[in-house]
């Protein structure tokens, strides 16, 4: 059984540039939920997919959109990115969808220059 | 609005100490509440959630809905304790997002 693998690990872009960050999911799991997590702070929720659609979003602007496909793996791409958006991006996935018992991934660092 | 609060940003014990990690929430419909935990160097994960009632590495916690609170305890902490610990909050009629507290980092001196 394999876990959660997010890539890259760590990745630096500069402002207004767009990134992609993926994300597959454990086996067996077919949701997949992204959270964003600011230095100090816990997790904060930004979307989740399940089956290929939108399941919920967060409180984030729509240049934060993602695709799931149809082996559950899963795309988070960031437009005209800002400094804020620097942060620990982590993906997590889950058996059903709504299910909150979550198997996190090791998450990608962000740095926006 | 939904809410989590962790008081305490870093609580430090002695080992064989008893441990508290506070958490408050804030909703008015039916919580699912959970604590996740975080190692050196590994993953978020699962430590308990309030349905499952288990005791999990010694780990209890109790869902007070008259306080809203849902503090995490040990009776006698071990130094393999010391970790990064998260409350989150599911909500009942939008089960899709947890909402997460800031993290007690939790330092077990031996």
């Known amino acids: 059984e394999t876990g959660v693998t997010q890539s890259p690990t760590h990745l630096i872009k500069t402002r207004g540039q767009q990134v992609t960050l993926r994300c597959s999911s454990q086996?067996?799991?077919?949701?997949v939920s992204w959270y964003q997590q600011a230095l100090g702070q816990g997790p904060q929720f930004i979307f989740q997919?399940?089956?290929?659609?939108?399941?919920g979003r967060g409180n984030f602007p729509p240049r934060f959109s993602g695709l799931q496909f149809p082996n559950y793996s899963s795309e988070l791409n960031v437009n005209a990115l800002e400094l804020d958006d620097s942060a620990l991006y982590l993906c997590?996935?889950?058996?059903?969808?709504?299910?909150?018992?979550?198997?996190f991934g090791a998450g990608s660092r962000l740095t926006v220059l | 609005a939904q809410r989590v609060t962790q008081p305490e940003k870093l609580l430090s014990v002695f080992k064989g100490a008893p441990v508290e990690l506070k958490c408050n929430y804030s909703?008015?419909?039916?919580?699912?509440l959970f604590w996740y935990v975080q190692y050196s160097r590994q993953r978020l994960q699962l430590l308990l959630r309030?349905?499952?009632?288990?005791s999990i590495k010694g780990f209890t916690a109790d869902l007070n809905k008259g306080e809203t609170s849902f503090h995490l305890k040990k009776p006698f902490a071990q130094e393999e304790d010391s970790a990064m610990y998260y409350c989150a909050l599911g909500r009942g009629d939008s089960n899709y997002q947890l909402i997460w507290g800031a993290g007690t980092k939790l330092i077990i001196k031996p």
């Open positions: 309030h349905i499952s009632r288990e």
């Open positions: 909703y008015s419909g039916s919580p699912e």
């Open positions: 997590a996935s889950s058996p059903g969808a709504g299910a909150n018992v979550l198997t």
């Open positions: 997919y399940y089956r290929e659609e939108e399941n």
């Open positions: 086996s067996g799991h077919n949701t």
